[in-house]
């Protein structure tokens, strides 16, 4: 067995639901420094957060990564202990496999190697692990980021492992990520007797026509890097269970994806102006999760595609689609950032897995971008 394989069997094993780490930053450090990384726990609340660097000079590539997992879900519909890690047919399957323990494993073997063969090799190699990323995301990446700021450290480029290929590894490659934006809506009514609607106000109906009209609006065409923006209200509740009484109030949750064509604050404007414009008495609290980047054409790109082809013999799609990444907060200081990682076809699901085969696959191409950015 690889040693690739054999260190994400060992991090599958540690229940680190997130916010828990379970040892797994510790499993890393030890790696890590003995190939010559300096390593730094940085917590913050309940949250484990590791930063390592390997050198001191300019270029700095970090990976970037999280140890933490969603829950497991129903135990009976797994086939084995989703944390007892078991190879069948040629498969690795354990709650993280795929999301996000197999990109770390590969890409600490990647580092040993790379550093075995080139110990002298130009400029910086760091890590940047929370436990914090499957979370609330707040004590987690973005405050390693600051301390890094705050330090004067700088990524110049920055590897996520999050499992960006459809269909094969390697298909695709996220280059950037579209903003989220949350609303969490209250319409206030008056509580009455169905029977009685004349003495009540029910804010179901009060606040049906914008909602409607909320869900059809259309933000912007998107450009060439992104789709549109687009909502989902993603719950609505009124009501106390009764049959009988109208409502007092109804509470809605809704999320934008938007691209670069639009910005937080203009988006906020368009949907205040609509809520009172029918007249609706309302609150509404925003939440901004992340706003949009994009990693152009440069030297992260053309050595991840450059690897890719050689590797897997495929010409690699660069996406922005999909969820948020930690990348959102590496990307504001600069560095260029992608995500690369193994196949998102069973992250979050009962039985989670991932290839063998694509693990040690997944290494070497890390290994070939390391030659292609830090080889003089």
């Not at 599958?12 to 916010?19: K, N």
């Not at 980021?145 to 996220?174: F, M, N, T």
């Not at 050595?303 to 890719?308: E, F, K, Q, T």
């Amino acid at each position: 067995m690889s040693p690739t394989v054999e260190l994400a069997k060992d991090l599958i094993g540690r229940a680190s639901v997130t916010p828990a780490d379970a040892g797994c930053q510790a499993l890393l450090s030890s790696r890590l420094r003995a190939i010559g990384f300096r390593c730094q726990d940085l917590p913050f609340g309940d949250v484990s957060n590791l930063w390592a660097r390997r050198g001191t000079e300019a270029p700095l590539l970090v990976f970037a990564g999280h140890t933490d997992v969603v829950p497991s879900g129903p135990l009976e519909q797994w086939h084995s202990d989703p944390f007892t890690p078991e190879i069948r047919d040629g498969l690795l399957y354990g709650r993280g496999a795929a999301d996000m323990k197999g990109s770390l494993a590969a890409m600490v073997t990647a580092c040993e190697a790379f550093v075995a063969e080139h110990p002298e090799h130009r400029g910086s190699l760091g890590f940047l692990i929370t436990s914090d990323e499957e979370g609330p995301s707040i004590d987690g990446t973005v405050k390693v980021v600051e301390h890094l700021q705050a330090q004067h450290e700088r990524i110049d480029w920055c590897l996520v492992g999050e499992p960006s290929s459809r269909e094969r590894l390697g298909d695709v490659i996220k280059n950037g990520r579209r903003g989220s934006l949350n609303g969490k809506l209250r319409v206030r009514g008056r509580q009455g007797h169905v029977a009685y609607p004349h003495l009540a106000a029910n804010p179901v109906h009060l606040a049906a026509p914008a909602l409607a009209e909320l869900a059809a609006m259309e933000w912007d065409q998107g450009n060439a890097h992104f789709p549109p923006t687009s909502l989902q209200i993603s719950n609505i509740n009124a009501g106390t269970g009764a049959e009988n009484v109208i409502p007092g109030d109804l509470r809605a949750l809704f999320n934008l994806r938007y691209s670069t064509e639009i910005d937080a604050a203009a988006i906020q404007q368009r949907v205040h102006a609509l809520l009172d414009r029918h007249g609706l008495d309302y609150s509404l609290e925003w939440r901004l999760s992340g706003e949009p980047f994009l990693t152009p054409a440069g030297e992260l790109v053309e050595a991840a595609r450059a690897a890719i082809h050689e590797l897997v013999g495929l010409e690699t799609e660069l996406s922005t689609s999909g969820g948020t990444s930690d990348g959102r907060f590496i990307a504001p200081t600069g560095a260029q950032v992608l995500e690369l990682g193994p196949l998102n076809a069973t992250i979050h699901q009962v039985n989670e897995c991932v290839a063998v085969a694509d693990l040690d696959l997944l290494a070497a191409v890390y290994q070939r971008i390391l030659q292609k950015l830090l080889l003089t």
